[in-house]
């Protein structure tokens, strides 16, 4: 049986784990695979993600160095981490290494699970019919900002745990599954993904920064459909 459970990755052994960060990381990971990335390598620092571009580009491959830190594209970067720089023309046939704040930091404390998927509204439904299609606990891991849960990933991870219940897929009778009660009552509560997104802390900094049209591109459903996976350490589409 299949049993969402949320947030804590410290049950994931033999699970699958989703990653999430809806603000930005896991959108832009989703959009820079459907735009033909070659693979996004995920990073833990702005040191790491610059020597393993640079051991890349010795070995002749053309990689990309994206990323942020306080949101803001780190200096000598290709990319920031916004969803609309990693299109065809600028990701096509490369791969991509990415370093972010929370994101990429979260993808790394889920080293445990079976297997580990990224997931953002981008890629909302492909997600959904992986997950349905799979065994095992599934653990919807929000990458939050410092470790804190934040509404958007929240509300991502209910949109998710009602469509597996409504999939007959996945059940939240189980008593690790109150986390995933909450989202799920959270996620029927507030059907405007744009208007919980803007109303985020994520989503205000964006603002801040003014970079409001990316929340319109994380808020869109299945705009980038692939599922990403992380295999060895390059994250690459199921096929
Ligand atoms: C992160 O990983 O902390 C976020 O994706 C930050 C951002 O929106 O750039």
């Given at each position: 049986h299949f049993v969402p459970a949320l947030f804590t990755p410290d049950m994931l052994a033999g699970g699958t784990a989703v990653v999430i960060d809806v603000l930005r990381a896991s959108t832009t990971v989703c959009h820079a695979l459907h735009a033909g990335a070659d693979r996004v390598v995920p990073c833990g620092s702005v040191e790491d993600a610059r020597e393993t571009a640079a051991a890349l580009r010795a070995k002749g491959e053309a990689a990309l160095l994206g990323g942020e830190r306080m949101c803001v594209k780190v200096d000598g970067f290709d990319l920031g981490n916004s969803p609309v720089e990693y299109t065809a023309e600028t990701v096509g046939g490369k791969p991509v290494v990415l370093t972010t704040t929370n994101g990429t930091a979260a993808l790394f404390r889920c080293l445990e699970a079976r297997e580990v998927l990224v997931g953002s509204f981008a890629n909302l439904s492909a997600l959904c019919e992986r997950l349905a299609g799979g065994d095992g606990r599934v653990n919807l891991v929000c990458?939050?900002?410092?470790?804190?849960?934040?509404?958007?990933?929240?509300?991502?991870?209910?949109r998710v745990a009602n469509r597996l219940v409504e999939a007959g897929s996945g059940t939240l009778d189980h008593h690790d599954a109150d986390p995933a009660r909450l989202a799920a009552t959270f996620a029927t509560a507030n059907p405007e993904t744009a208007a919980v997104l803007h109303d985020s802390r994520g989503?205000?900094?964006?603002?801040?920064?003014?970079r409001e049209s990316d929340i319109e591109v994380c808020a869109a459903a299945d705009s980038a459909p692939?599922?990403?996976?992380?295999?060895?350490?390059?994250?690459?589409p199921v096929s």
């Open positions: 990458a939050g900002t410092d470790r804190n849960l934040t509404a958007e990933d929240a509300l991502f991870a209910g989503g205000r900094n964006l603002a801040r920064l003014g692939v599922v990403p996976r992380l295999t060895g350490d390059a994250l690459r």
